[in-house]
Structures are given as structure tokens and as C-alpha cells.
């Protein structure tokens, strides 16, 4: 079983739409999570961290809920920049190292 | 301020010889991680420098891979004898803490 589980997709939605993305994680040890965004040919780059209360940041909500070790991604109001495929991260603390483990991401295409 | 850099951008090469990647974090980064990223593929761990600390070099996949980071800062990645299948997108990642990565835009290494 993969440590960090991710539908690959691709969504395909409407400009407008709201879309969720899910992720499960296997290690209950695992620390702090992330939503990471890599667009076509270019490298990741940090969207948000998931805090365990949820948060918000503009049309972007992330939720986290430790006692099923899963992670969420909701997108309102999707508009055409939105196309990417979006990483679910993990960090876990082990052998005194820190260790970022990422799923292999979910695309998101938005169309007209 | 500067992101994180990677030299050169494309390197193709012939099977059997050896290539040097580097990576320049951001400045007073004290982790560093390669990651390697095949097409259509998730993120694959190589390896991560934090401080002086030994490096954890469990994701390397086979001896010919190897990677220095001298006085704390640029790193280089070292692949010897190449094989077709080492060809992938090899990311660097740096950060301040060891939870937020900040990546490099990769170097595309294609063995012919």
C-alpha cells in the first residue's frame, strides 16, 4: 500500500464548478500536510498547509481529519488557471529525519 | 529574493557515462532533498542533507547514485555509468525547517 494515496483522476469540470480532492495517508505518525501544485513540466510548488481545524485560503479550503488519516481539497469557483495536477504531502519525523512523502497527484483540468 | 537553482536545465547523455547535477538552495536553507520525477509519474525521495547531519540516503536506488553537499550549501548529484531507466526530471528541493519545500525547476536528463 502506497504511504500517501491520491485519486489520479484527470476532473475535468466546467469554469465555476466546485470540485474536491481527496488523499489518505498510511502512517498515523505523520506530522504536518501540505497541497503542493505542479503544473505541466514544471516543478512543485507549495499551495497550502492542512491544519487540523481546516483552512481557508481565498477559493481554496483544506481539511484534515487525523483519526481517518485523510486529507481534502475543495476548489470553488474553479477557473481556467486552476488546471494542474495537485500533490497531497505528508511529513513525517523519523530516525531524526524530516521526511516530505508525496502522492503521486490528482489532475485537475478546467474547461471553458 | 532567489529561489532555488539547478544546473544545467537538459542534459542528454549516452548510456555508460557519468553526469553531475547541481542544485543551489536558498540562501540559509539548511535541508536539501533530490527527488527524481519520471513522466506522468509522482515525486520518488533520493536523498536529504539537514545541517551537518549525515544524510539519509535511503531513497537512492542503486550505488551508482551518489550526492555531496559541501560547506552546507550547493549540492551536486552524481550519477554514474547511466542506464535508459535513470532518465527523469531530477528535482531539488530546499528548506528553512525541513517542512516547507521550495524545489529548483529540475534538471531533464535523457539517456540515449
Known amino acids: 500500500r502506497k504511504e500517501v494515496e491520491q485519486d489520479p483522476g484527470p476532473f475535468n469540470v466546467p469554469e465555476g464548478a466546485t470540485v474536491a480532492f481527496n488523499c489518505t495517508y498510511s502512517?498515523?505518525?505523520?506530522?504536518?500536510f501540505f497541497w503542493y501544485r505542479q503544473d505541466c513540466r514544471k516543478e512543485p510548488k507549495l499551495l497550502m498547509s492542512?491544519?487540523?481545524s481546516g483552512n481557508e485560503d481565498g477559493r481554496f479550503t483544506a481539511q484534515l481529519n487525523r483519526a481517518s488519516q485523510y486529507i481534502s481539497l475543495l476548489i470553488r469557483d474553479s477557473k481556467l488557471s486552476d488546471s494542474a495536477t495537485y500533490l497531497c504531502?505528508?511529513?513525517?519525523?523519523?530516525?531524526?529525519?524530516?521526511?516530505?512523502?508525496f502522492g503521486a497527484g490528482t489532475r485537475l483540468a478546467v474547461h471553458p | 529574493g532567489a529561489g532555488v537553482s539547478q544546473s544545467p536545465s537538459n542534459k542528454v547523455t549516452e548510456k555508460g557515462k557519468d553526469v553531475e547535477l547541481r542544485c543551489d538552495p536558498i540562501?540559509?536553507?539548511?535541508?536539501l532533498y533530490w527527488y527524481r520525477q519520471s513522466l506522468g509519474q509522482g515525486l520518488e525521495f533520493l536523498i536529504y542533507?539537514?545541517?551537518?547531519?549525515?544524510?539519509?540516503k535511503s531513497g537512492l536506488p542503486s550505488d551508482r547514485f551518489s550526492a555531496e553537499r559541501t560547506g552546507g550549501s550547493v549540492s551536486t548529484l552524481t550519477i554514474q555509468r547511466t542506464q535508459q531507466e535513470d532518465s527523469a526530471v531530477y528535482l531539488c528541493?530546499?528548506?528553512?525547517?525541513?517542512?516547507?519545500?521550495?524545489f529548483g525547476p529540475g534538471t531533464r536528463l535523457t539517456v540515449l
Open positions: 528541493a530546499s528548506s528553512l525547517d525541513g517542512t516547507k519545500q521550495f
Open positions: 502512517n498515523s505518525a505523520s506530522q504536518s
Open positions: 492542512v491544519y487540523s
Open positions: 504531502v505528508v511529513r513525517l519525523f523519523s530516525g531524526g529525519y524530516n521526511k516530505l512523502i
Open positions: 540562501s540559509g536553507h539548511t535541508a
Open positions: 542533507f539537514q545541517g551537518n547531519s549525515a544524510p539519509d
